[in-house]
C-alpha cells in the first residue's frame, strides 16, 4: 500500500511559477513509476508527466514540454512537478500517482495503482 499526498497548489498570475511536491509512505519507493495527471472542470482526467523508479526516464505530455519538469528524490520519497510559464489553460486539480507495472512510462490512468487527493492550480490572465 502505498499513500501520496500532494501540495504546492496555488493562484498564480500567467507566466509564473509552481513547484508541486508528492510525498509517498512506504518503503519501496524507488520501484514505482511515478505519474502527475490534471482534470479541469469538465474535462477527463489527462496525463501531464512521468518518471521512472529511479529517475532516469521522463516523459510529458506535448502541452507542457519545456515548461514543466517532473523529477524525484527516492531518499525523501518525494516526486516533483516544477511548473513554469504558466497558462490560463494549465489549471486544474493535479494528482500524482504510482504505478508499479511494467517499468515502462505509461499514460492512461487505469493502469496507475495509487492516486493522491488532489491539489488545485489555478493560473488567472
Known amino acids: 500500500q502505498v499513500q501520496l499526498v500532494e501540495s504546492g497548489g496555488g493562484l498564480v498570475q500567467a507566466g509564473g511559477s509552481l513547484r508541486l511536491s508528492c510525498a509517498a509512505s512506504g518503503r519501496t519507493f524507488s520501484n514505482y513509476a511515478m505519474g502527475w495527471f490534471r482534470q479541469a472542470p469538465g474535462n477527463v482526467r489527462e496525463f501531464v508527466a512521468a518518471?521512472?523508479?529511479?529517475?532516469?526516464?521522463?516523459y510529458y505530455t506535448d502541452s507542457v514540454k519545456g515548461r514543466f519538469t517532473i523529477s524525484r528524490d527516492n531518499a525523501k520519497n518525494t516526486v516533483y512537478l516544477q511548473m513554469n510559464s504558466l497558462k490560463p489553460d494549465d489549471t486544474a486539480v493535479y494528482t500524482c500517482?504510482?504505478?508499479?507495472?511494467?517499468?515502462?512510462?505509461?499514460?492512461?490512468?487505469?493502469?496507475?495503482?495509487?492516486w493522491g487527493q488532489g491539489t488545485q492550480v489555478t493560473v488567472s490572465s
Open positions: 500517482a504510482a504505478d508499479r507495472g511494467s517499468g515502462y512510462l505509461r499514460t492512461s490512468p487505469t493502469v496507475y495503482d495509487y
Open positions: 518518471i521512472s523508479g529511479s529517475g532516469g526516464r521522463t
